[in-house]
């Protein structure tokens, strides 16, 4: 309960990272926290507050597990500090079962389920192949495979490539 009044008071009266016409300054999960910001000042002043209030609450910040990731299609480390300490710059982190990534690509997490995909298939090859009816085996590969292939993929941003590579193993699948 404190982490969220603190983070609602910390937090008023910024915002210009916008979603669907709404701000938003946070993604939160349990105890985890995700600030977000257009501008590094913007997000250096929202830390400042939120250590600022977080005394008024008994409660500090775990600079040692902090990391900073600035997301762009040209990644560049930024200067970031909290009680004087410079956080170290990431390139990528895993959030919820997802690799976000500062050039913001998905390839990352798409190869390796196409390939979790294939060893799964491999290991029923024989159902796959069998004398069944074509109708049920692609229902079995859609069900049974693409399952396997496609989790995760509600937080892909998918460009051209990753497209080809979800594509390929598609006619991998009936070849």
């Not at 983070?7 to 701000?23: H, S, W």
């Not at 069900?143 to 998918?158: E, H, P, V």
């Amino acid at each position: 309960m404190y982490n969220e009044c603190l983070t609602k008071e910390a937090l008023e009266g910024f915002g210009d990272f916008k979603i669907g016409g709404q701000v938003i300054h946070t993604v939160k999960y349990a105890a985890d926290l995700v600030l977000l910001a257009k501008e590094e000042t913007v997000l250096q002043e929202m830390v400042d507050r939120l250590i600022e209030d977080g005394r008024c609450y008994g409660m500090k910040m775990n600079v040692e597990k902090t990391r900073v990731m600035r997301i762009s299609r040209q990644p560049f480390a930024v200067k970031f500090t909290i009680d004087h300490k410079q956080l170290d710059n990431v390139e990528s982190f895993k959030y919820l079962g997802s690799m976000l990534t500062n050039d913001g690509r998905c390839t990352c997490e798409i190869k390796p389920m196409i390939a979790m995909a294939k060893a799964a298939f491999n290991k029923k090859r024989a159902l796959f192949t069998s004398t069944l009816d074509i109708k049920l085996r692609k229902k079995l590969v859609k069900c049974y495979i693409w399952s396997i292939a496609l989790y995760g993929a509600k937080t892909w941003t998918l460009r051209a490539v990753d497209q080809k590579h979800l594509e390929r193993f598609e006619m991998w699948c009936w070849r």
